[in-house]
């Protein structure tokens, strides 16, 4: 079905073609591979593919340059024909978008009992310029969505994707960027009851104005290929119950500015150049480690909460509701009530 306005791009309805038993999809029967008629409306090229409120089922979709696929927000819930393959799989195409839907996993048992079993909602490998927005995904046994590699050149260094106003929720692992899934912001996101809310391998990752909350883990920083280098910042990282933030051999660094810590504990091994920054700070603190990290700058509320510091961690201005924090370090060393690892 073509758009009326001038200059709009065609749209079509999944509604409009047929699905594996011969009928248009109705939303009413989740048991039928809806595949075929996603695949037509999706392959009539450049424009926007409807997918009315309703329960659908497909895998594998790869949707083209050109193409959004846009659902009916909460209203349209879409679940895999086969769990061990993506329901969106989004590879080596760029300039696409993801919009408005909810991507059910159906994964059986409680969340806090979740394992990575290889389960994804969306995978991303080889793309770039994309936009995933307004998007549920839970009750994946594995990532909700998982950006593997962005393809740099294409993206110009700076427009591997955006994803925003993400909810994901009963995952193994809300969101993971894998090894190079590089230069993709992830924006105005709620991530909460994954047993990892966040994992960060990539370099030039940022994650910016999200709650990360109620997770067993809330974020995870491990370098690989490219380092785990960026940006964390204006996120709220709350109510995780074992590690708020846990990074683990990070080698170029990563900052975490203007973030609002508590509880779960925040724990650096074997890091080189992260810097917690102008953030208020309710949880245990543990920074191993011969190289230089960075503490400094912000509000602590102590109460039963321990703080180990490498000698080589910068503690610097940081502060308390009396004053200036019994832990920062001067020029000369450490203050008096200073404790280190």
């Known amino acids: ?79 895999s024909t086969n769990d061990h393959h993506p329901i969106f799989d989004q590879s080596g195409v760029g300039n696409w978008s993801i919009r408005d839907m909810v991507l059910d996993g159906e994964a059986p048992e409680p969340w806090r009992q979740r394992k990575d079993l290889g389960r994804v909602g969306i995978s991303i490998h080889d793309a770039w310029a994309f936009n995933i927005s307004g998007l549920t995904v839970c009750n994946f046994s594995g990532q909700g969505v998982r950006v593997a590699q962005t393809r740099i050149a294409a993206a110009a260094f700076c427009h591997g994707g955006m994803i925003d106003n993400l909810t994901a929720k009963n995952n193994a692992v809300g969101i993971c960027f894998d090894q190079r899934g590089e230069y993709v912001t992830l924006t105005n996101s709620h991530l909460l009851h994954n047993t990892t809310g966040c994992i960060i391998h990539a ?67 074997a890091c080189k150049g992260v810097q917690i920054a102008n953030s208020q700070v309710a949880c245990d603190v543990d920074v191993a480690g011969e190289h230089t990290n960075a503490f400094i700058n912000n509000m602590v509320i102590e109460e039963d909460y321990g703080f180990k510091f490498g000698e080589a961690t910068m503690v610097n201005g940081n502060f308390t509701a009396e004053g200036a924090w019994r832990f920062n370090r001067t020029s000369e060393g450490t203050t008096n009530n200073f404790q280190g690892s």
């Open 1 to 79: 079905m073509s758009s009326d306005q001038p200059g709009s791009k065609p749209e079509h309805s999944i509604t409009d073609y047929f699905s594996a038993d011969g009928h248009a999809p109705n939303g009413l029967d989740d048991g039928i591979d809806d595949g075929p008629a996603i695949h037509s409306a999706i392959s009539q090229g450049p424009g926007v593919v409807q997918v009315p409120p309703g329960y659908y089922r497909f895998s594998d979709i790869r949707v083209p340059a050109g193409v959004t696929v846009r659902g009916a927000a909460d209203a349209t819930v879409v679940r």
């Open 203 to 269: 370099g030039n990752t940022k994650v910016t104005q999200c709650n990360i909350g109620s997770n067993i883990d809330g974020v995870v920083i491990a370098d690989k290929e490219n380092g785990s280098h960026g940006l964390i910042g204006h996120c709220l990282i709350n109510h995780n119950e074992r590690y708020a933030l846990d990074c683990l051999d990070v080698e170029y660094g990563m900052m975490v500015n203007a973030c609002a810590i508590f509880y779960g504990g925040i724990r650096l091994r």
